[in-house]
């Protein structure tokens, strides 16, 4: 394809799109005056910023950066802490060492800010519970989500409740995981916490011994499952019953043409005389 093809079609795509976006003038002057410099130029000037400075191409910068370098915005929070000691800088460093896995950290910026005036606030609490559980210490969770339900007794939070689950999980109270699993997810919004009341329902099962060894107790979900199946089959076998009872019964039709008719005739006498 000659070259001048292409940067005609070139022009006339960028023009197309000057008008389309409401930059006609005066790009389309620019363009046709200087064929090639000028689709440079709107690419330059329009089009690159246009391209990265969209939400989704914030979004993809952020994500390459966080790749590249993850502990970038945990360094620029740390700055920003030590130049201005506040709790939404701390509170923000706290959040990011999670993000980061620096769950220790963020336990002791969250215990700082509940120390002060102003971080009376059972969020910061449930924050640290997080922090405590995501680096395998169960029952500190439980200790700070305990004391957290004892100073603040109006304060609800689905994440709060399915975390106390999870903990009583963690540590061996299974009969009691089971009861509270039971309540988060009846409000508990998504999946996770029916995803993981399943597994913790199999861990805790209670059993009972029979006359032929250990048997596990009977799950009243299964035998609800099990009842619904077999009602569900009785009524379509019902209904195939009933169906049959009102058509009434079929009548026979041959579906053999005349030849085939005579020729089985004749097989039947010749077998009967070779009987005789």
């Not at 409740?161 to 009969?175: T, V, W």
Request: net charge neutral; hydrophobic share 45%.
């Amino acid at each position: 394809m000659p070259v001048a093809l292409v940067i005609l079609l070139l022009d006339i795509s960028l023009i197309y799109h000057a008008a389309r976006t409401g930059r006609l003038q005066p790009w389309a002057f620019i363009i046709l005056m200087v064929p090639l410099i000028g689709a440079l130029a709107y690419i330059v000037v329009e089009l690159i910023p246009e391209w990265w400075g969209g939400p989704g191409a914030a979004q993809a910068r952020k994500r390459v950066a966080n790749r590249l370098d993850p502990e970038k915005r945990y360094r620029e929070l740390s700055d920003r802490l030590a130049t201005s000691d506040t709790i939404a800088n701390r509170e923000a460093l706290a959040a990011e060492c999670q993000n980061v896995g620096r769950f220790e950290e963020a336990e002791s910026h969250y215990d700082h800010v509940l120390g002060l005036p102003q971080g009376d606030d059972p969020a910061y609490a449930l924050a640290k519970a997080q922090a405590q559980f995501a680096r395998k210490q169960p029952a500190e969770a439980l200790a700070t989500l305990d004391a957290l339900r004892e100073r603040w007794p109006d304060f609800e939070s689905a994440e709060g409740h399915l975390l106390y689950a999870r903990s009583l999980a963690e540590i061996g109270r299974l009969d009691e995981a089971l009861e509270e699993y039971q309540a988060v997810t009846q409000y508990f919004p998504g999946a996770e916490a029916r995803v993981r009341y399943g597994p913790a329902a199999a861990a805790g099962r209670p059993h009972r011994r029979g006359a032929h060894g250990v048997q596990r107790a009977p799950d009243p979900d299964a035998a609800r499952a099990e009842i619904s199946a077999r009602r569900a089959g009785r009524v379509a076998l019902d209904r195939r019953e009933a169906a049959v009872c009102m058509s009434g019964p079929r009548p026979f039709v041959s579906i053999a043409g005349p030849d085939k008719i005579i020729a089985a005739v004749r097989r039947g006498h010749q077998a009967l005389a070779g009987v005789t």
